[in-house]
């Protein structure tokens, strides 16, 4: 009796909501690479948590952590095809997809992270969100991730010099593979996940990142130099599929971004904590941390990876010219 009683009132809630023409609840999934308690996972996490709030209940999401779901180039391919609804990305590797967002990856194209993210509030990350939208890859908010830098086990790092003939860990992404061979090194692409294990045998000599991966990763108990070269600042997207950001009402959509927004405003306040608190735990560690007086070497080295990007895409010369213009 109750179960023909609870069956009737679903059945009527359900006709009421169709009477009604609201929508039928969606439930999305969502990618992010990072391990629990780093910034970006809490703001996710907060994302699903506003999705729900401010969609009142319409638009769910379940977060996958840790790149449980796969590699990232293989989570933004998921995202850009519509397997997945949500993903927090890296830049870097949706470079070589959407030719705008890997202006980001010149090195040194940034001052330090108040100037990317000006360029981003401006038109110029009208421009990189305009195409990658149109690759399938809608942002919805930025998040922070600081400032990259080398890290080894053998020495500091000072000069090019000292990255002559070592292999170095770098992103997919042939701009990055061209910024170790200008330096002299020899760059491998590889996955986030393999980086440890092939830092601690040798298949690496070091890698490159902020201090936040660089300590929750492990990495720095295999590679214990860090060198301040600070040569890549690069933010990071929350992405939306764009089909699936397009289908939504108006409401849907101001309501999704504004989830977005503030949950990039939590990750903000947490990405400066725990920039400060890896740095103070890995060096408590015994990581020695070098700072380079003078990174003019980096940068000049850097002239031919500038070039050959502006000979394949002539037409983002000016995008170039608006950053480096930017205040
Ligand atoms: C991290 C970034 C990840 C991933 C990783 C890497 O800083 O947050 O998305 O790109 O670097 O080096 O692969």
Request: charged letters at 20%; hydrophobic letters at 40%.
């Amino acid at each position: 009796m109750k179960q023909k009683l609870a069956t009737r009132l679903v059945g009527a809630t359900a006709m009421l909501t169709l009477l009604c023409g609201a929508a039928v609840a969606e439930q999305w999934r969502g990618w992010n690479i990072h391990v629990d308690g780093y910034p970006n996972t809490v703001a996710m996490e907060k994302f699903a948590e506003l999705l729900a709030e401010k969609t009142g209940g319409e638009i769910t999401l379940q977060m996958f952590h840790g790149g449980t779901l796969g590699s990232q180039p293989d989570a933004i391919e998921q995202v850009r095809l519509g397997g997945l609804e949500i993903g927090n990305f890296n830049l870097g590797p949706i470079g070589p997809i959407a030719a705008e967002a890997n202006v980001v990856s010149l090195p040194f194209i940034f001052k330090d992270v108040p100037h990317m993210f000006r360029v981003l509030e401006g038109e110029g990350g009208q421009k990189i969100s305009d195409g990658m939208a149109a690759k399938g890859l809608t942002p919805l908010a930025w998040y922070d991730a600081g400032a990259r830098s080398f890290y080894n086990g053998a020495k500091p790092i000072e000069a090019p010099a000292d990255v002559a003939g070592m292999k170095v860990r770098v992103m997919n992404n042939d701009l990055y593979s061209g910024m170790i061979s200008e330096l002299g090194g020899n760059p491998s692409p590889m996955a986030f996940a393999e980086v440890y294990q092939s830092l601690k045998t040798g298949v690496v000599d070091g890698a490159e990142n902020n201090w936040p991966s660089y300590e929750s990763t492990g990495h720095f108990e295999v590679a214990g130099y860090y060198s301040l070269s600070q040569h890549l600042i690069i933010p990071e997207c929350l992405c939306i599929n764009t089909d699936v950001y397009n289908a939504l009402s108006d409401d849907m959509k101001a309501a999704v971004k504004e989830a977005a927004v503030e949950s990039a405003e939590l990750q903000h306040q947490l990405w400066a904590e725990r920039e400060a608190a890896s740095r103070e735990k890995v060096e408590a560690a015994g990581v020695k941390t070098n700072e380079i007086a003078d990174k003019t070497p980096f940068q000049e080295a850097m002239v031919p990876v500038y070039e050959a990007y502006l000979a394949a895409n002539p037409d983002l010369r000016p995008l170039v010219e608006l950053i480096q213009a930017t205040e």
